[in-house]
């Protein structure tokens, strides 16, 4: 007897797994159909197409180029100026020239805190055309 009562214990101790896999499957269908797809905010950036050659001489001083250094300075026409200049710089220079945009040379060390501060004073000052330049140093 003591034979037929440790097989129908075995039998009774082993468990099914099946209905376990069934509520894990269910709950991965579940965060899958219920995550929500987030789109990170960020700053759409339109890139010109790219060429080794200069810029006709009549288009150089259309531009008004502010150049930032490793260090975040932003330099103007040889000086450096402030952030809070750069609003007055634009309109003064867009008073003169109505066609000109905003070209901001960025150093690959500044900080996008600058540039972005820069193409908001711009836009401020009414120039909505901001590019961005960096190069390789």
Do not use: C, W
Request: proline fraction near 7%; aromatic fraction near 6%; hydrophobic fraction near 40%.
């Amino acid at each position: 007897m003591a034979i037929g009562k440790r097989k129908a214990q075995e039998e009774e101790s082993e468990i099914d797994l099946t209905p376990m896999l069934d509520v894990v499957f269910i709950m991965l269908i579940f965060f899958i159909v219920t995550a929500s797809f987030v789109n990170e905010s960020g700053i759409d950036v339109s890139r010109p197409p790219t060429s080794d050659q200069p810029p006709p001489p009549d288009q150089e001083n259309k531009n008004i180029l502010f150049r930032v250094t490793e260090t975040n300075d932003i330099m103007f026409e040889g000086r450096r100026i402030d952030v809070r200049a750069v609003r007055a710089n634009v309109e003064r220079v867009h008073a003169e020239n109505p066609e000109a945009k905003v070209i901001i040379d960025g150093h690959p060390k500044a900080s996008a805190d600058v540039f972005i501060k820069i193409s908001d004073q711009a836009r401020e000052a009414g120039v909505y055309d901001i590019s961005l330049v960096t190069k390789e140093r």
